[in-house]
């Protein structure tokens, strides 16, 4: 089992370069739009995570008691989904036939409870803010070459990263590892 490691901060040029390198994903392949989002979220996670940071900080030194009753409450509803996927067979399951779903759940579930605590605004803006620009991020960029090796690294299981685990967690990562699997095993029957 491959060490955790965190991926090194990418150049911004790299990160956010001319325009040619961002297209609209195709929203009728629902299956290749995930696999570029699930890739970029792999290959640009530091940058990703100095942009949630920077974001939290920000919001944070605006509305601190907000800020940590907001992630206290993701944390917890983000913890307890995952441990009912991994105990209740309908939740994983449901997991692993809609793993998007299972996330819009996630935070659906983590909205209401921070409306019943009255920090859906810090939620909003500390929260939604920096998972949105992510998203968006991670839609748009194209991959490159680079990007396309290092996730195929990642699914071999030759290097594990903080993303990787939380997207294994998530059920987004487990037809890659059926895939890789199939393909070695068909190499070492043949």
């Known amino acids: 089992m491959a060490?955790?490691?965190?991926?090194?901060?990418?150049?911004?040029?790299?990160?956010?370069?001319?325009?040619?390198?961002?297209?609209?994903?195709?929203?009728?392949?629902?299956?290749?739009?995930?696999?570029?989002?699930?890739?970029?979220?792999?290959?640009?996670?530091?940058?990703?995570?100095?942009?949630?940071?920077?974001?939290?900080l920000i919001v944070g030194f605006l509305n601190p008691l907000g800020m940590f009753t907001a992630m206290a409450v993701v944390s917890g509803v983000f913890l307890g989904s995952v441990w009912a996927g991994e105990n209740r067979a309908v939740i994983n399951n449901f997991k692993r036939q809609n793993p998007t779903a299972f996330v819009i759940a996630i935070m659906v579930a983590s909205y209401i409870v921070i409306s019943m605590l009255g920090s859906v605004m810090v939620f909003m803006s500390a929260i939604t803010l920096p998972l949105a620009l992510i998203f968006a991020h991670?839609?748009?960029?194209?991959?490159?070459?680079?990007?396309?090796?290092?996730?195929?690294?990642?699914?071999?299981?030759?290097?594990?990263?903080?993303?990787?685990?939380?997207?294994?967690?998530?059920?987004?990562?487990?037809?890659?590892?059926?895939?890789?699997?199939?393909?070695l095993e068909g190499k070492l029957k043949e």
Do not use: H
């Not at 195709?26 to 949630?52: F, G, H, I, M, P």
């Not at 680079?146 to 987004?172: T, V, W």
């Not at 990562?173 to 199939?182: G, V």
């Open 3 to 56: 060490k955790v490691e965190l991926t090194p901060l990418r150049p911004w040029d790299d990160f956010f370069p001319s325009s040619e390198r961002f297209a609209k994903p195709d929203v009728k392949d629902l299956a290749k739009w995930n696999n570029r989002v699930v890739s970029n979220l792999l290959y640009y996670q530091t940058n990703y995570l100095a942009l949630a940071v920077v974001v939290f």
């Open 138 to 183: 991670a839609s748009f960029r194209l991959r490159n070459m680079k990007n396309k090796l290092e996730n195929k690294i990642e699914g071999a299981g030759l290097k594990r990263s903080p993303m990787g685990i939380l997207l294994e967690a998530l059920g987004q990562q487990e037809e890659n590892f059926q895939k890789i699997q199939s393909f």
